[in-house]
C-alpha cells in the first residue's frame, strides 16, 4: 500500500492565502468593470496582510511538512516578511502607476500574488525539485509582468530577453538537479546532505552543483550572468523592475543558502571558492558599469548586480555570523530598492519619459520631501550611517573579516566608494543644480505616498536601531546549522 503523505497546510498558509487573494482578483477582472483596478489593489493587499498574519507561527515551528518537501521553520519565515514587504510595496507603488499609464490591467496584481507565492514555495522548498516548481511559478510570472505595458515596445523586448535567457538558465538547473539525483539517488535536501557528508564526491555530483550554482548566479543577476539586468531593469514597468531587484532576488538568495548550506555543505571548500571569485567580479563590474549609466533604471540596475556580490560576500563568510549578515542586508535592501524605485516612477511619468538623471535636477525646489526621501535611499544603498544600507554592510565585512577573506572585503570597501560617486550625483543634480526651463507638476498618490513613508521609515529605523533585526536574522539562520 502506497503510504499517503502528511499534510500540514499550515506550513504553507501563506502562500496558498496569496493563491487565494489572486483567484480572487481575477474573478473582479471578470465581473468588475469601473474601479477594478482600485479593487484589485485592496483585494491585493488585504490578502498581504493576512498572509502576514497567518507566518508568524513559523517563526517557532522549525518541522517538515508534506513528507519532508517542504521546511517550515525561522529561515521560511523570515524571507516569508521580506517577500511580503516587497509586494506589498509593489501594489502600493503599482496603484498610481497603472493609472497614469491608463492600464487598466486587474491581471496585474494576479500575477503579483501568485509570484510572490512561488517565492514562498522557493525560500520553504526541502526538496531541489519544490524549489524548481517555486522558481518557475516565479519566472513566468515576471516574464509577463516585464512585456505588460502595451504602449512601450522596449517592455516586450525586456520581456522576450528575460523568457529567452531565464529558459535557458533553468534547463541548466534542472539538468544540475538531475545530476545530482544521478549521484545521490534523492533530490530531497536532507539526503543530498547525507550523502555528501559520506564523503561521496564525484564528478558528476560536483558538475550537478555547478549547474545548480549557474542557475542560482542568473536570478541573482551575479557576473558572468548578469547580461539580462540592465535591458530588463530598463524596459520592464517601473514597479515590476523594483519588485524584481528586491523579491527575485531574495528568494533566489534564500533557496540558494538553504540549498548549499544544507545539502551541499560538505562541499563548501569547493563552492565556496568559486563564490570568492564571482563575489570580486560581482563588485567590481557592477560598480564601473553603474559609473557611466546616465538613465537612472539602468544605473540602479547595475547597481542591483553590485550588491549581489556584496550579499555573496557574506555567503564566502558562510556561518551563522555571515548567513545573518545576508539576511539583514536582503531586509536593508527591501525597503532601500522598493523606495528607490518608487520615487523613480513618480518621477518618470506617463510613458516613463523621464528616466534620464538630468531629470532629476532642482527636484528638491520643485518637490523638497520627495527630494529628501530620495536622498535617503541613495545614501542607504551607497553605505553611510545611520542607513540600513551601511549596517549591513558593514555586518557582511566584518562577517567576512572574522573568516580571513580580507582582501574581499577591501574590494568591497573600495567599489562601494566609487558607488558613492554615481549615487550622490543624483543627489547633486536634484540640489544643486536649477530645474528643467518647464518643470511639469508630479501628482501625488495616497498609495505611493503611504509607500515610499513605509520604506523611507523602514531605512532609517532599522539603520538606527539594528540589533533587533540582526538578531531576528541570526535566529532565523539557526536551522541551518
Known amino acids: 500500500m502506497i503510504p499517503i503523505p502528511a499534510i500540514n497546510l499550515g506550513s504553507i498558509l501563506p502562500a496558498l492565502i496569496l493563491c487565494a487573494a489572486g483567484l480572487v482578483v481575477l474573478a473582479v477582472g471578470l465581473f468588475v468593470r469601473r474601479g477594478a483596478v482600485t479593487v484589485a489593489a485592496l483585494i491585493s493587499l488585504v490578502g498581504i496582510v493576512l498572509a502576514f498574519m497567518t507566518n508568524s507561527p513559523l517563526r517557532a515551528l522549525n518541522a517538515e511538512a508534506f513528507s519532508g518537501l517542504v521546511a517550515a521553520d525561522s529561515f521560511c519565515w523570515f524571507l516569508n516578511i521580506l517577500i511580503l514587504i ?20 486587474p491581471e496585474y496584481f494576479v500575477l503579483l500574488l501568485f509570484c510572490a507565492a512561488g517565492m514562498m514555495f522557493m525560500v520553504s522548498g526541502n526538496h531541489i525539485l519544490v524549489i524548481f516548481i517555486g522558481l518557475e511559478t516565479l519566472s513566468i510570472s515576471v516574464y509577463v509582468l516585464a512585456g505588460i505595458h502595451p504602449a512601450i515596445p522596449r517592455s516586450q523586448e525586456s520581456a522576450l530577453k528575460y523568457l529567452l535567457l531565464g529558459a535557458f538558465s533553468s534547463g541548466l538547473f534542472l539538468y544540475g538537479a538531475a545530476l545530482l539525483y544521478g549521484s545521490a539517488g534523492s533530490l530531497a535536501l536532507p539526503a543530498l546532505a547525507k550523502y555528501f557528508q559520506a564523503g561521496s564526491t564525484s564528478l558528476m555530483a560536483k558538475a ?5 550554482l549557474i542557475g542560482f548566479g542568473f536570478k541573482v543577476a551575479a557576473v558572468p550572468f548578469h547580461m539580462w539586468t540592465p ?15 528586491v523579491g527575485v532576488k531574495a528568494a533566489a538568495f534564500a533557496a540558494f543558502v538553504r540549498v548549499f548550506f544544507d545539502s551541499l555543505a560538505a562541499l563548501q571548500v569547493n563552492w565556496s571558492q568559486i563564490l570568492w571569485v564571482l563575489a570580486l567580479v560581482t563588485m567590481i563590474l557592477g560598480n564601473l558599469a553603474a559609473l557611466v549609466q546616465d538613465n537612472i533604471k539602468r544605473m540602479l540596475a547595475y547597481s542591483s548586480i553590485a550588491h549581489a556580490g556584496y550579499i555573496l560576500v557574506g555567503m564566502v563568510a558562510g556561518h551563522t555570523e555571515g548567513t545573518s549578515a545576508l539576511l539583514y542586508y536582503l531586509l536593508a535592501y527591501t525597503f ?18 523621464n528616466n534620464m538623471i538630468d531629470d532629476y535636477r532642482g527636484l528638491a525646489k520643485l518637490h523638497p520631501l520627495l527630494a529628501v526621501t530620495m536622498a535617503i ?17 558593514f555586518t557582511i565585512f566584518s562577517a567576512a573579516v572574522k573568516e580571513g577573506y580580507v582582501g574581499l572585503v577591501i574590494v568591497g570597501v573600495l567599489t562601494s566608494a566609487i558607488s558613492v560617486y554615481y549615487y550622490f550625483r543624483v543627489v547633486m543634480k536634484m540640489y544643486m543644480e536649477a530645474p528643467a526651463t518647464e518643470p511639469q507638476a508630479l501628482h501625488f498618490g495616497p498609495a505611493v505616498v503611504v509607500g515610499l513613508l513605509i520604506a523611507a521609515v523602514g531605512v532609517l ?12 536574522a541570526a535566529k532565523s539562520v539557526m536551522p541551518l546549522f
Open 336 to 353: 532601500t530598492n522598493m523606495g528607490a524605485f518608487g520615487v523613480v516612477a513618480l518621477v518618470g511619468r506617463k510613458g516613463e519619459a
Open 231 to 245: 535591458d530588463v531593469y530598463e524596459g520592464a514597468p517601473t514597479p515590476i523592475t523594483a519588485f524584481m531587484s
Open 208 to 212: 550537478g552543483m555547478g549547474l545548480l
Open 461 to 472: 529605523y532599522i539603520g538606527i536601531f539594528p540589533i533587533t533585526y540582526l538578531d531576528l
Open 86 to 105: 516587497a509586494v506589498g510595496l509593489t501594489v502600493l507603488i503599482s496603484a498610481k502607476y497603472l493609472a497614469d499609464e491608463g492600464m487598466a490591467l
Open 377 to 393: 535611499f541613495l545614501f542607504s544603498l551607497a553605505g553611510v550611517p545611520p542607513t540600513a544600507g551601511f549596517v549591513g554592510k
